[in-house]
C-alpha cells in the first residue's frame, strides 16, 4: 500500500470513551444526581453542537475522575445538565512537572500553554527575564493569566485531562528564584501547599523512571535548559532521583537566559541540562523536555 493511503490504527475504546460525548470542565465540585445549569462559555458549547436533552455529556471539576451527565434542559441562552455517575479515570503524568518560562513573545506563549497542557504539565509559571521581550506587571499581568488559565481548560476539554493545570501570575526570575532556595522541600503550585522530603525508588537512566527500589530522599529534581559546556543530559540529570519526585524546570526567553541568571539558577540548587546540540527555540524546548518525560514514563 502506499505511504499516502496507510490509514491509523483504530483507536482502542479505552482511548475513544471520553471522545464520545462532549467534555466540559465546571468551575466547582460535582456531585452525583446534581442537576446545575452549566457556565456560560459550556452551555455555548453545547447549543454549538447542538445537542438535544438526552444528550451525553462528560464533566470535569478538576479534583480527579470525570462525571458522566446528560444535557436536561436547553434554554435560549442557559442549558441545564443532570449529573449520573462518577469514573475515577486518570490520565495525568506520574511526575508532577513544573515548568518556569521566560515569556515567549506574540501568540507563542498561548501556544506553549495549549500544547504543554496536552502533554501533561501540572503547573507553568511565567518569567520576565533580562533578555524577555514581553514584559507584563500588575493588572496586565492578572489579565494575561486567567487568559491562559482559559486555554489551559480548554486544552484539558480537548484532551481527555480531568485536573487542570495552573498558570500563575507572571514573576520576575530573580523573585521566583528567591522561592525555591527551600532546602529541599517543595512548593506545590497547583495547591501551594509545602512539602519536605519523602522517599521512594530511585530514577534509572536503563530501567525507566520507576526503575531500582532502594529508599531516597525525594527532593525536587530542579533542572535549567542549557546549551553551556558541561550541561548534563536528561537522563544523567534525573538518575539518582525518587520515581515521583516532582521535577521544576526552568527555561529562558528568546536569547535564553543571561550568565547571571544561569549562575543565579545554579544557586538555588538548579541542574544544568541539555536537551541536544540544536538550539531549540523558547517555546520548543520546554515541549521537548515534557514530552521527554512523557515517553519515559510510557516506557517504563
Sequence with gaps: MPLGRLRPAPPTLGHTAHLMSARLHIDHPLMLSAELPLPASAS???????????????????????????????????????????????????????????????????WLVEKATELGVAAIQPLVCERSVLRLAGERAERK??????????????????????????????DWLATQRDGGAFTDPTTGSTTGPTTGPTIGPTTGLAAGSAPAAARPCRLVLSLAPGARGLWPALAGHPSGAPVVTLSGPEGGLSLAETAAAEAAGFAPVTLGTRVLRADTAPLALLATLAALETTA
Design 44 to 110: 455555548r458549547h453545547v447549543q454549538v453542537l447542538r445537542l438535544q436533552p438526552g444528550a451525553p455529556l462528560t464533566l470535569f471539576d478538576g479534583l480527579g475522575g470525570e462525571w458522566a451527565a446528560e444535557v436536561l434542559h436547553i434554554g435560549r441562552k442557559t442549558v441545564t445538565a443532570r449529573v449520573l455517575a462518577h469514573h475515577p479515570v486518570a490520565r495525568e503524568l506520574a511526575t508532577h512537572v513544573t515548568l518556569a518560562i521566560g515569556m515567549p513573545a506574540n501568540e507563542r506563549m498561548d
Design 145 to 174: 493569566a486567567a487568559h491562559w488559565q482559559a486555554i489551559a481548560v480548554a486544552a484539558c476539554e480537548q484532551s481527555g485531562r480531568n485536573r487542570v493545570p495552573r498558570i500563575a501570575a507572571p514573576l520576575a526570575l530573580r
